[in-house]
């Protein structure tokens, strides 16, 4: 199963093996990562699931689509080039190894 | 929440969207008494959302599938949320306490009701059929994808957003679908009529029948009381293995009304979310509240209601806010590859306006007088996002600047920001 590391926002690191299919921000919901709230539960509607990618693996990812590009003008913390809505980040074996850091808040 | 005393508990009934987020953002917001969220649905609390589309398609999650959980058992256990199974048939108001089915009783110092709604029956003979299905729950969601595998026939009543979603989901399937609609156009309630078009003309395209202004008078079956027809009031007999009914829905408020609160179309709630008695509140789609801003009574049935009225009721609880119940609504439905989004309340408007030349991907955007009200997004979800933001600041808009050529509402938003250019710079 692809590994996804999630980093807190006191730097505590937290390697979570995600199934592939699904996303990033339910390998978070369903660990108890603290700080992914997902109020729309994955339909791309509320922007709470920001993750700031690590630079390091950026580059695993495809570009943001048109509806998250426009959502991530939206999240509660700034928007950084590494920014990602972590439901729109489906899980597939090319992402194994991503890094993925929480954000102070969501909303 | 002060000093040493036991903070009073808090017993949520229903564990949907609403009471869920109820106990969440309690807990969010440092609540340490006792929390009890009560379901009568066997199931950790889940998105409704995906049942009437990727779910019944065969394709997404099945219902009653993880995916749909909220958050995992897990969650429940480290906030300390006591998650009960049961169905309340009674509140005590005066001894502050609910009492399950099966005699179980649990004391309040709060009560928060989140009992959503029911579907609407159709009311004509042959609606308890074998094929016919109402949708609200996980089980309902099962049961309607194992009748979909196996139809070839489905008939959808009522062209509201569930009835279109199961209607593009068993068209995406390969049924052959038709839409009876009593009214002249679909989603006739929620959306300007530009919109309502828009989606008469996706789902025609899809090759689903859409029949307007059509009543439906009877099911019929089989002698096996399966469902094998639709009858229209012309007369006209519609093929059916599969009937789905979407007419709307019902609030819940038998509970409420039974310990004597005033009820309505919902449970009659204030500004604050309060319903009559001081230690009962009422949220989401079973509520009624006033709209601050016009005071009229609402009641409207979306995730972000169910979860903004859970917030205020959280914060209020721990004393973190007194306010009044001001979120700007807003809603999203998904239909082939279409999304549609809606920002705001349409409460009567005098002028539409669109933006964007695409026919596949617009704004409808509807004022009253001077102001902007509601924004409906087809396909254009910055727009969506913008109109929130604007909306959510009064909706500082008028029509005569959404006129204005070039105009967007991303760049609107930005001006009202910044503030209005100095002059010296020029503007364009
Ligand atoms: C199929 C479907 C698709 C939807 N799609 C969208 C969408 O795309 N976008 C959107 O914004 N909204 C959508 N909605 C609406 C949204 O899901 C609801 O508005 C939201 O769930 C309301 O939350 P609630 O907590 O008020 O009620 P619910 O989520 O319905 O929860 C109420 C719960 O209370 C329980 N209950 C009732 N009475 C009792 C009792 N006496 N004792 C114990 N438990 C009780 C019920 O069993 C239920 O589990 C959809 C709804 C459905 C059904
Ligand atoms: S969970 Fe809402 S946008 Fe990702």
Redesign the pocket.
Known sequence: MPEITYVGVDGTRRRIDVPAGTSVMRGAVFNDIDGIVAQCAG?AQCATCHVYVDDTTVDRLEPARPDEDDLLDFTACPRRPTSRLSCRLTVTAALDGLIVHVPERQK | MTGDAQPPSVVI????????ETAASLREHGYRGRVTL????DALPY???P???ACLKGDGAAPGDEQLWLRPPTYYARQSIDLVG????AVDPAARTVR?RDGTAYDYGHLVL????RPRPLDVPGAALRGVHT???ARD?AALRASLAAAQYAVVVGAG??GL?CAAAARESGRAVTVVEALDRPLARAVSARTAEHFTRLHRGEGTRLLFGQQVVALRGDWHGKVTAVELADGRRLPADLVVIGVGVTP?TE?AAAAGLPVGDGVTVDARLLTGDPHISA?????AFPQVRSGKRLR???????VGHARLVAKRLTGASRAHYQELPW????QFATTVQIAGHDDGHDTEMVLGDDPDAFSVLLFRGEGLRAVESVNRPGDHMAARRLLDGGGRLKPGEAAAPGFTLKGHLARLRDGPAPARRGVS
Do not use: H, M
């Open positions: 339909n | 009934v229903g564990a949907g969207q609403g009471g869920y009560i379901s009568a649905e998105e409704r959302p049942l009437s589309k049961g169905t309340v048939t399950l989140a009992t959503g709604a949708l609200r729950t969601a957003f569930l979603e819940r509970l949220i989401g789609d079973c509520a409207l049935e979306s995730v972000q209601n169910a809603f999203w439905s998904d």
